[in-house]
C-alpha cells in the first residue's frame, strides 16, 4: 500500500497562499522574498523527495503550475518530477498538462483510496490545497512535510481549513535547512 506524504511550503501562520506573487494576493512571492541564502539546501531536500517518490499526486490547478515551469525550467530537481507518474484529481480535466500524467476523474475518496492500494512507494502531494483538505477530512493522509519559512504574513488562505474533527499527528523528524527554514515532518497519529 502507498503512502501519501503532503510537501509543502508553508508561512509560520499556515499561509500557502500565492508563494510566486503570481495570483495577485497582496502579500504573496514570500517564498522568494524570505528565501534568502537556503535556495541551495531547499534544493537538496527537494530532489532527494522527488528521488524518493513513487508518483505525484496534484489537484487541476497544480497541474496547469509545475506543467507550465517544468517545460522551461531545467535541472536535477526537474528532471525527477519530470519522469514522475502523475495523478490528477478533477472533475473538469480531459487532458493533463504534465508529462506523464493521469487524470482520476472519479469521486476523489473513492479514486484516491484505490490509487493507494496500487501504490508502493509515496505518493507525494504539491501545493493542491482543496485536495489536501479532502485527504485530510478522510484521514488519508500518512504524512506531512511542512517546510516552514520565517515569516508571519497574518492572511491569505491556509493548508488547513476547518474539519469535522481533530486530526491528531506525531512529530517524528525537525532539521534546520539552510539558515533560516525548519523542516517538519509529522505522521498521522492512529490512536490519539
Known sequence: M?????????????????????????????????????WEAWAELELA???????????????????????I??????????????????????????????????EVVSEVSKLKQRIRGELVVYASRP???T?????????????????VLGAGERLFGETSDKRPLRLIHTKTVGNGLAHLTYERAREA
Not at 499561509?15 to 541564502?37: C, L, N, T
Not at 523527495?49 to 517545460?71: C, I, N, P, V, W
Open 135 to 151: 485527504l485530510m477530512e478522510h484521514d488519508l493522509v500518512d504524512e506531512l512535510r511542512l517546510t516552514v519559512f520565517p515569516v
Open 73 to 106: 525550467l531545467s535541472g536535477e530537481w526537474v528532471d525527477a518530477l519530470n519522469r514522475l507518474p502523475k495523478y490528477v484529481v478533477s472533475a473538469t480535466l480531459q487532458e493533463p498538462e504534465w508529462t506523464n500524467a493521469t487524470v482520476l476523474t472519479g
Open 49 to 71: 523527495e522527488a528521488q524518493g517518490a513513487e508518483a505525484l499526486l496534484l489537484g487541476r490547478r497544480s497541474d496547469e503550475y509545475f506543467a507550465t515551469r517544468t517545460s
Open 2 to 38: 502507498g503512502k501519501i506524504v503532503v510537501s509543502q511550503n508553508i508561512t509560520l501562520d499556515g499561509v500557502v497562499e500565492d508563494p510566486s506573487g503570481e495570483g495577485g494576493f497582496r502579500h504573496g512571492g514570500w517564498f522568494q522574498q524570505f528565501m534568502d541564502q537556503d
Open 131 to 133: 485536495l489536501v483538505r
